[in-house]
């Protein structure tokens, strides 16, 4: 059962199959925001503030901790919206396997590409308003 956002999907042809395979698990969010749409909205606009924040801080980062510290706030966010691409990636980041921090700089690529279509397809739903 869906509410609120999940009910304004973007238009078919906006590259995302009906399968959920969304960037953004809109049920999800809805359960978490009880349905109400504006709350959905901000949760959303927050998501786009803070991934675009933690993510050059993630990039900038200089030391395990502070690595660490972006990722784990990106993860979080990305839970709390349903964003599990985004989230999966973030924690890869934050706990490489056996401590192979050269993986997680591998991964960095592809955070990008993740926060930018999650990001994209928020932009998608808002601007539908």
Not at 14 to 40: I, K, M, N
Not at 85 to 111: C, G, Q, S, W
Request: charged share 25%; hydrophobic share 45%; aromatic share 6%.
């Amino acid at each position: 059962m869906a509410f609120g956002m999940a009910r304004k999907m973007p238009p078919a042809g906006a590259g995302y199959a009906e399968s959920g395979d969304r960037p953004v698990d809109l049920v999800h969010l809805a359960q978490h925001s009880l349905g109400d749409q504006q709350l959905e909205q901000e949760i959303l606009r927050l998501f786009v503030r803070q991934s675009v924040i933690y993510l050059d801080r993630l990039k900038a980062a200089v030391s395990n901790d502070a690595r660490c510290q972006a990722a784990h706030t990106i993860k979080g966010s990305a839970r709390g919206i349903g964003a599990w691409r985004v989230a999966h990636l973030a924690e890869a980041i934050e706990n490489p396997p056996a401590a192979d921090y050269a993986m997680a700089f591998d991964l960095m690529t592809d955070l990008e590409k993740a926060v930018d279509e999650a990001n994209r397809f928020i932009a998608s739903l808002i601007d539908s308003d």
